[in-house]
Protein backbone atom coordinates (compact mmCIF):
# COMPACT_ATOMS: atom_id res chain seq x y z
CA UNK A 1 0.00 0.00 0.00
CA UNK A 2 1.87 3.23 -0.86
CA UNK A 3 2.50 5.69 1.80
CA UNK A 4 0.84 8.93 1.77
CA UNK A 5 3.44 11.29 1.97
CA UNK A 6 1.64 14.13 1.04
CA UNK A 7 -0.36 13.95 3.97
CA UNK A 8 2.08 13.83 6.94
CA UNK A 9 2.93 16.39 8.71
CA UNK A 10 5.60 19.03 6.97
CA UNK A 11 8.16 18.80 9.68
CA UNK A 12 7.96 15.18 8.81
CA UNK A 13 8.64 15.29 5.09
CA UNK A 14 11.31 18.57 5.57
CA UNK A 15 13.44 15.76 7.09
CA UNK A 16 12.13 13.28 4.29
CA UNK A 17 13.28 15.83 2.12
CA UNK A 18 17.01 16.22 4.25
CA UNK A 19 18.06 13.05 3.08
CA UNK A 20 17.62 13.39 -0.54
CA UNK A 21 20.47 14.14 -3.06
CA UNK A 22 20.04 17.51 -5.05
CA UNK A 23 19.09 15.55 -8.26
CA UNK A 24 16.67 13.49 -6.51
CA UNK A 25 14.59 16.42 -5.04
CA UNK A 26 14.61 18.46 -8.69
CA UNK A 27 13.66 14.61 -10.38
CA UNK A 28 11.23 15.19 -7.29
CA UNK A 29 9.74 18.38 -8.15
CA UNK A 30 8.69 17.57 -11.61
CA UNK A 31 6.42 14.73 -10.43
CA UNK A 32 3.56 17.28 -9.39
CA UNK A 33 2.70 20.71 -8.26
CA UNK A 34 1.77 20.09 -4.46
CA UNK A 35 5.19 18.30 -3.98
CA UNK A 36 7.12 21.34 -5.86
CA UNK A 37 5.25 23.51 -3.54
CA UNK A 38 6.35 21.42 -0.40
CA UNK A 39 9.98 21.36 -1.64
CA UNK A 40 9.96 25.33 -2.35
CA UNK A 41 9.04 25.93 1.39
CA UNK A 42 11.63 23.70 2.91
CA UNK A 43 14.25 25.27 1.14
CA UNK A 44 13.02 28.71 2.31
CA UNK A 45 12.46 27.53 5.84
CA UNK A 46 15.93 25.59 5.58
CA UNK A 47 18.01 27.30 2.89
CA UNK A 48 21.17 24.81 2.40
CA UNK A 49 23.93 28.38 3.34
CA UNK A 50 26.84 24.64 2.59
CA UNK A 51 25.46 24.54 -1.01
CA UNK A 52 26.33 25.94 -4.01
CA UNK A 53 24.57 26.44 -7.25
CA UNK A 54 27.13 26.50 -10.60
CA UNK A 55 25.34 27.08 -14.05
CA UNK A 56 27.35 25.45 -17.09
CA UNK A 57 27.23 26.14 -20.70
CA UNK A 58 29.66 24.51 -22.41
CA UNK A 59 30.15 22.27 -25.78
CA UNK A 60 26.73 23.13 -26.46
CA UNK A 61 25.23 21.52 -23.34
CA UNK A 62 23.85 23.66 -20.77
CA UNK A 63 23.79 22.41 -16.81
CA UNK A 64 22.99 22.95 -13.22
CA UNK A 65 25.11 21.60 -10.87
CA UNK A 66 24.73 21.58 -6.91
CA UNK A 67 27.95 21.24 -4.85
CA UNK A 68 26.66 20.50 -0.98
CA UNK A 69 30.44 20.11 0.29
CA UNK A 70 31.81 23.55 -0.97
CA UNK A 71 34.71 21.05 -2.07
CA UNK A 72 34.34 20.30 -5.85
CA UNK A 73 32.16 21.74 -9.21
CA UNK A 74 28.96 19.81 -7.92
CA UNK A 75 27.15 17.09 -9.87
CA UNK A 76 24.32 17.98 -12.72
CA UNK A 77 20.68 18.04 -11.41
CA UNK A 78 19.42 19.54 -14.54
CA UNK A 79 20.66 20.21 -18.42
CA UNK A 80 18.94 21.67 -21.35
CA UNK A 81 19.71 20.85 -24.92
CA UNK A 82 19.31 21.92 -28.44
CA UNK A 83 15.90 19.97 -29.80
CA UNK A 84 18.36 18.13 -32.91
CA UNK A 85 19.85 16.07 -29.94
CA UNK A 86 17.23 14.54 -28.58
CA UNK A 87 16.57 10.63 -29.39
CA UNK A 88 13.64 9.24 -29.57
CA UNK A 89 14.25 5.73 -30.46
CA UNK A 90 15.68 5.90 -27.25
CA UNK A 91 13.51 6.74 -24.44
CA UNK A 92 9.96 8.38 -24.49
CA UNK A 93 9.97 11.74 -24.10
CA UNK A 94 7.55 13.96 -22.41
CA UNK A 95 6.99 17.16 -24.20
CA UNK A 96 5.09 19.99 -22.09
CA UNK A 97 5.49 23.78 -22.18
CA UNK A 98 7.35 24.26 -25.01
CA UNK A 99 10.05 21.52 -24.66
CA UNK A 100 10.19 17.77 -23.98
CA UNK A 101 11.38 15.86 -20.95
CA UNK A 102 14.03 13.14 -20.93
CA UNK A 103 14.01 11.21 -17.12
CA UNK A 104 15.63 8.24 -18.57
CA UNK A 105 19.37 9.71 -16.69
CA UNK A 106 19.66 10.55 -12.93
CA UNK A 107 18.61 14.33 -13.83
CA UNK A 108 16.12 15.82 -16.23
CA UNK A 109 17.09 16.57 -19.64
CA UNK A 110 14.77 19.19 -21.28
CA UNK A 111 15.39 19.89 -25.05
CA UNK A 112 14.04 22.99 -26.77
CA UNK A 113 14.38 25.01 -30.02
CA UNK A 114 16.57 27.38 -28.40
CA UNK A 115 18.76 25.75 -26.25
CA UNK A 116 20.17 29.26 -24.60
CA UNK A 117 16.46 30.26 -23.65
CA UNK A 118 16.63 26.50 -22.03
CA UNK A 119 19.71 27.13 -20.33
CA UNK A 120 17.85 30.44 -18.58
CA UNK A 121 14.63 28.48 -18.08
CA UNK A 122 16.46 25.48 -16.04
CA UNK A 123 18.57 27.70 -14.08
CA UNK A 124 15.85 30.02 -13.06
CA UNK A 125 14.12 26.85 -12.13
CA UNK A 126 16.44 25.47 -10.19
CA UNK A 127 17.73 29.00 -8.21
CA UNK A 128 13.78 29.37 -7.31
CA UNK A 129 13.86 25.21 -6.22
CA UNK A 130 16.49 25.37 -3.99
CA UNK A 131 16.34 29.65 -2.50
CA UNK A 132 20.09 29.52 -3.99
CA UNK A 133 22.10 32.74 -6.47
CA UNK A 134 24.08 30.97 -8.98
CA UNK A 135 27.63 30.51 -7.37
CA UNK A 136 29.67 29.73 -10.18
CA UNK A 137 30.05 30.19 -13.73
CA UNK A 138 31.99 27.64 -16.58
CA UNK A 139 31.36 28.55 -19.93
CA UNK A 140 32.95 28.14 -23.54
CA UNK A 141 33.39 31.03 -26.46
CA UNK A 142 29.80 30.00 -26.88
CA UNK A 143 28.53 30.66 -23.22
CA UNK A 144 29.74 34.75 -22.88
CA UNK A 145 26.31 35.64 -22.75
CA UNK A 146 25.67 34.31 -19.64
CA UNK A 147 28.17 37.02 -18.06
CA UNK A 148 25.93 40.12 -17.76
CA UNK A 149 22.61 37.61 -18.05
CA UNK A 150 23.70 36.96 -14.08
CA UNK A 151 24.58 40.29 -13.72
CA UNK A 152 21.31 41.43 -14.55
CA UNK A 153 19.13 38.65 -12.56
CA UNK A 154 21.05 38.70 -9.22
CA UNK A 155 22.37 41.26 -6.94
CA UNK A 156 24.88 38.91 -5.21
CA UNK A 157 28.32 38.73 -6.80
CA UNK A 158 29.51 35.60 -8.65
CA UNK A 159 32.46 33.51 -6.86
CA UNK A 160 33.63 32.20 -9.18
CA UNK A 161 34.55 32.47 -13.19
CA UNK A 162 35.71 29.12 -14.87
CA UNK A 163 36.59 29.12 -19.13
CA UNK A 164 37.20 26.13 -20.58
CA UNK A 165 38.55 26.93 -24.07
CA UNK A 166 41.43 24.47 -24.58
CA UNK A 167 41.43 23.86 -28.65
CA UNK A 168 42.12 26.95 -30.54
CA UNK A 169 39.54 28.70 -32.78
CA UNK A 170 38.76 31.93 -34.54
CA UNK A 171 36.40 33.25 -31.20
CA UNK A 172 38.90 32.34 -28.14
CA UNK A 173 40.93 35.61 -27.67
CA UNK A 174 37.63 38.02 -28.67
CA UNK A 175 35.90 35.67 -25.96
CA UNK A 176 38.54 35.72 -23.24
CA UNK A 177 38.98 39.39 -23.48
CA UNK A 178 35.26 40.14 -23.43
CA UNK A 179 35.53 37.92 -20.25
CA UNK A 180 38.41 39.53 -18.47
CA UNK A 181 36.82 43.14 -19.42
CA UNK A 182 33.43 42.10 -18.00
CA UNK A 183 32.97 39.13 -15.66
CA UNK A 184 33.27 39.98 -12.02
CA UNK A 185 33.67 37.08 -9.47
CA UNK A 186 34.57 37.59 -6.05
CA UNK A 187 36.34 34.38 -4.87
CA UNK A 188 38.31 32.71 -8.44
CA UNK A 189 38.80 33.05 -11.84
CA UNK A 190 40.39 29.66 -13.85
CA UNK A 191 41.18 30.72 -17.62
CA UNK A 192 41.74 27.58 -19.85
CA UNK A 193 41.91 29.62 -22.97
CA UNK A 194 44.02 28.52 -25.64
CA UNK A 195 44.52 31.75 -27.18
CA UNK A 196 46.97 33.13 -29.91
CA UNK A 197 50.63 34.04 -29.10
CA UNK A 198 49.58 37.21 -30.75
CA UNK A 199 46.54 38.14 -28.09
CA UNK A 200 46.88 40.98 -25.98
CA UNK A 201 44.73 42.65 -22.71
CA UNK A 202 45.39 46.03 -21.72
CA UNK A 203 42.88 46.14 -19.13
CA UNK A 204 43.06 45.58 -15.14
CA UNK A 205 41.27 41.95 -13.20
CA UNK A 206 40.25 41.90 -10.21
CA UNK A 207 39.47 42.44 -7.13
CA UNK A 208 39.32 38.59 -6.66
CA UNK A 209 41.45 36.51 -4.39
CA UNK A 210 42.48 34.04 -6.95
CA UNK A 211 43.56 33.55 -10.19
CA UNK A 212 44.89 30.29 -12.17
CA UNK A 213 45.89 30.27 -16.10
CA UNK A 214 46.71 26.20 -16.31
CA UNK A 215 49.20 26.08 -19.43
CA UNK A 216 48.33 29.29 -21.27
CA UNK A 217 50.20 31.94 -19.43
CA UNK A 218 51.83 32.90 -22.44
CA UNK A 219 49.81 36.01 -23.17
CA UNK A 220 50.29 38.00 -19.35
CA UNK A 221 52.71 40.57 -19.94
CA UNK A 222 54.71 42.62 -16.64
CA UNK A 223 51.91 45.40 -17.44
CA UNK A 224 48.88 42.88 -16.94
CA UNK A 225 50.86 41.69 -13.47
CA UNK A 226 51.19 45.01 -12.24
CA UNK A 227 47.75 45.60 -12.61
CA UNK A 228 46.02 42.48 -11.63
CA UNK A 229 44.39 43.05 -7.91
CA UNK A 230 44.88 39.55 -6.80
CA UNK A 231 45.72 38.16 -3.66
CA UNK A 232 46.70 34.92 -4.90
CA UNK A 233 48.37 34.32 -8.54
CA UNK A 234 49.38 30.82 -10.10
CA UNK A 235 50.13 31.56 -13.99
CA UNK A 236 51.83 28.49 -15.85
CA UNK A 237 53.62 28.53 -19.35
CA UNK A 238 54.75 32.18 -18.81
CA UNK A 239 56.63 34.45 -20.98
CA UNK A 240 58.08 37.12 -18.59
CA UNK A 241 61.53 37.71 -18.55
CA UNK A 242 64.22 37.74 -15.92
CA UNK A 243 64.70 41.27 -16.63
CA UNK A 244 60.47 42.00 -16.42
CA UNK A 245 60.71 40.18 -12.82
CA UNK A 246 63.53 42.65 -11.81
CA UNK A 247 60.54 45.21 -12.48
CA UNK A 248 58.00 43.46 -11.09
CA UNK A 249 60.03 43.22 -7.58
CA UNK A 250 60.53 46.71 -8.04
CA UNK A 251 56.84 47.50 -8.40
CA UNK A 252 56.04 45.58 -4.90
CA UNK A 253 58.69 47.10 -3.60
CA UNK A 254 57.00 50.69 -4.10
CA UNK A 255 54.00 49.89 -2.97
CA UNK A 256 52.06 48.17 -5.93
CA UNK A 257 50.11 44.96 -6.13
CA UNK A 258 49.63 45.79 -2.14
CA UNK A 259 47.00 43.02 -1.91
CA UNK A 260 49.09 40.11 -3.04
CA UNK A 261 50.26 37.18 -0.61
CA UNK A 262 51.29 34.67 -2.76
CA UNK A 263 52.71 34.39 -6.82
CA UNK A 264 53.68 31.74 -8.37
CA UNK A 265 55.22 31.65 -12.35
CA UNK A 266 56.05 28.22 -13.88
CA UNK A 267 58.11 28.69 -17.28
CA UNK A 268 58.40 26.30 -19.73
CA UNK A 269 61.97 26.49 -20.09
CA UNK A 270 64.86 26.73 -17.66
CA UNK A 271 65.28 30.16 -16.64
CA UNK A 272 68.75 31.80 -15.75
CA UNK A 273 67.26 34.07 -12.81
CA UNK A 274 69.53 36.48 -12.13
CA UNK A 275 68.37 39.64 -9.76
CA UNK A 276 69.61 43.45 -9.84
CA UNK A 277 71.20 44.18 -6.52
CA UNK A 278 69.09 47.89 -6.03
CA UNK A 279 66.65 45.27 -5.09
CA UNK A 280 68.69 44.63 -1.68
CA UNK A 281 67.76 40.79 -1.55
CA UNK A 282 68.70 38.84 1.62
CA UNK A 283 69.46 34.61 1.65
CA UNK A 284 67.37 33.29 4.23
CA UNK A 285 69.45 29.84 4.33
CA UNK A 286 66.64 28.16 4.77
CA UNK A 287 63.35 26.16 3.35
CA UNK A 288 59.39 27.31 4.39
CA UNK A 289 56.91 26.00 3.92
CA UNK A 290 53.60 27.86 2.70
CA UNK A 291 49.97 26.50 3.11
CA UNK A 292 48.76 27.93 -0.26
CA UNK A 293 45.18 25.75 -0.12
CA UNK A 294 43.57 22.91 1.95
CA UNK A 295 45.80 20.02 1.33
CA UNK A 296 48.61 22.07 -1.12
CA UNK A 297 51.59 23.17 0.62
CA UNK A 298 54.33 24.77 -1.00
CA UNK A 299 57.99 24.67 -0.31
CA UNK A 300 60.18 27.99 -0.98
CA UNK A 301 63.46 26.38 -0.87
CA UNK A 302 66.50 28.60 -0.05
CA UNK A 303 64.76 31.57 -0.52
CA UNK A 304 65.56 34.76 -0.33
CA UNK A 305 64.06 37.91 1.47
CA UNK A 306 62.64 41.25 0.17
CA UNK A 307 61.45 44.36 1.74
CA UNK A 308 58.64 46.99 0.76
CA UNK A 309 59.30 50.26 1.70
CA UNK A 310 56.28 49.91 4.20
CA UNK A 311 57.76 47.08 5.89
CA UNK A 312 55.85 43.62 4.81
CA UNK A 313 58.20 41.27 3.85
CA UNK A 314 58.44 38.97 1.25
CA UNK A 315 59.98 35.68 0.38
CA UNK A 316 61.24 34.45 -3.37
CA UNK A 317 62.39 31.14 -4.12
CA UNK A 318 63.65 29.83 -7.86
CA UNK A 319 65.27 26.89 -7.17
CA UNK A 320 63.08 24.28 -7.65
CA UNK A 321 61.53 22.24 -10.55
CA UNK A 322 64.97 22.91 -12.95
CA UNK A 323 64.58 26.45 -12.43
CA UNK A 324 61.35 26.83 -14.22
CA UNK A 325 59.70 28.19 -11.38
CA UNK A 326 59.26 31.36 -9.84
CA UNK A 327 57.62 32.02 -5.89
CA UNK A 328 56.94 34.84 -4.26
CA UNK A 329 55.00 34.77 -0.22
CA UNK A 330 53.85 38.37 0.82
CA UNK A 331 54.35 37.96 4.74
CA UNK A 332 51.41 40.42 5.34
CA UNK A 333 50.41 40.99 9.40
CA UNK A 334 48.45 37.84 10.95
CA UNK A 335 50.60 35.06 9.06
CA UNK A 336 50.29 31.87 11.18
CA UNK A 337 52.64 29.23 11.91
CA UNK A 338 51.13 26.11 12.28
CA UNK A 339 52.87 22.82 13.61
CA UNK A 340 51.90 19.69 11.69
CA UNK A 341 54.19 16.26 11.89
CA UNK A 342 57.11 17.74 13.44
CA UNK A 343 57.07 20.45 10.86
CA UNK A 344 56.35 24.09 11.03
CA UNK A 345 54.13 25.74 8.23
CA UNK A 346 52.49 29.52 7.52
CA UNK A 347 49.75 29.91 6.52
CA UNK A 348 47.84 33.41 6.00
CA UNK A 349 45.22 33.97 8.78
CA UNK A 350 42.31 34.86 6.50
CA UNK A 351 42.61 31.52 5.39
CA UNK A 352 43.29 29.72 8.53
CA UNK A 353 39.75 31.28 9.04
CA UNK A 354 38.03 29.47 6.26
Keep these: MPFPVLRTPFVVISEIISLLEPNEIVNASFCSKNLKS ?3 KHFRQRKPSKWRLFMRDCDSCGQVNIDKWECSRGVPVLSAKHILEQNESDH ?4 TNGYKRDFSSEFPVLYFEDRVMGLKMIVEYATDLFNLDIYGLFIDTNGTWAINWINNRQEKMLECLWTVNPDYNSNVDEALDYVLRNARASDYFILEDNVSDNFRFNGKL ?3 DYLYIPETGHWV ?6 NFDIVKIIIEESRLSVSDLNSFLRHWQAGGSHRLTFLELEFKNDMNFEFD ?3 ELVETGQTIDYLLSEGEIIQLNFGYSIQRMDGVKATISWKSLESRRFLMVVWHEGVQPIHQNNHIIYIHQEDLLE
Design 38 to 40: ILK
Design 92 to 95: KLVE
Design 206 to 208: GPI
Design 221 to 226: TLQNLM
Design 277 to 279: EDL
